[in-house]
């Protein structure tokens, strides 16, 4: 089965830049999903198609996708951006995986 | 506005029974590929199964840990989803999502509901 590996945190100060890794066998050959979840939250779409943002989503996200690395970089970071994140891909062995999630602290 | 709903999560013991429901509203349901996932308290997110249209056969796909205990069906006249949830283990014990799937160029879940919790417990 696919397996995708995050780290389990990330902690940033305001301001500041945060990058979130996705490691996952050849991922830059697949399609790359980001999901932020607040506490008690359900997810919500931050990144579809490895680097679009949904309406509504700050400029201030973004993704990135090649190799075996994925990447969700959080710029100017608020304290409003803390949060799990997970990333996702769809695999044909699998059907949907998911990454471990990474929770970003905002120092 | 797109909305989604769960409702019937609660307690059961080990090997009991449970069914969930999820009210759809804001966009039209019979043609809509609808999938649940679970998350186990402090855990990750885990796909559980979909169902596709009638359009496409209604067939059903099911994550491993699941298959053959849990059955997903949708009633289009009612705008809703169901997940029957059989021989309930401790492990199934998590907050129960529905999401309706994109399915384009990428795959993925974009409307999700605030779920459903369900505890498995003796």
């Known amino acids: 089965s696919y397996v995708l590996t995050q780290p389990p945190s990330v902690s940033v100060a305001p301001g500041k830049t945060a990058r979130i890794a996705c490691e996952g066998n050849?991922?830059?050959?697949?399609?790359v999903v980001w999901y932020q979840q607040k506490p008690g939250q359900a997810p919500v779409v931050v990144i579809y198609y490895n680097s679009d943002r949904p309406s509504g989503i700050p400029e201030r996200f973004s993704g990135s996708n090649s190799g075996n690395t994925a990447t969700l970089t959080i710029s100017r970071v608020e304290a409003g951006d803390e949060a799990d994140y997970y990333c996702?891909?769809?695999?044909?062995?699998?059907?949907?995986?998911f990454g471990s999630g990474t929770k970003v602290t905002v120092l | 506005e797109v909305r989604l709903v769960e409702s019937g999560g609660g307690l059961v013991k080990p090997g009991g029974s449970l069914r969930l429901s999820c009210a759809a509203s804001?966009?039209?349901?019979?043609?809509?590929?609808m999938s649940w996932v679970r998350q186990a308290p402090g855990k990750g997110l885990e796909w559980v199964g979909r169902?596709?249209?009638?359009?496409?056969?209604?067939?059903?796909d099911y994550a491993a840990p699941v298959k053959g205990r849990f059955t997903i069906s949708r009633d289009d006249s009612k705008n809703t989803l169901y997940l029957q949830l059989n021989s309930l283990k401790i492990e199934d014990t998590a907050v129960y999502y529905c999401?309706?799937?994109?399915?384009?160029?990428?795959?993925?879940?974009?409307?999700w509901g605030k779920g459903t919790t369900v505890t498995v417990s003796s």
């Open positions: 050849n991922i830059g050959s697949k399609i």
């Open positions: 999401a309706t799937e994109v399915r384009s160029l990428a795959y993925y879940m974009d409307v």
């Open positions: 996702q891909v769809w695999d044909s062995g699998s059907d949907y995986v």
């Open positions: 804001g966009f039209t349901f019979n043609n809509a590929w």
């Open positions: 169902i596709k249209i009638k359009a496409d056969g209604g067939a059903t």
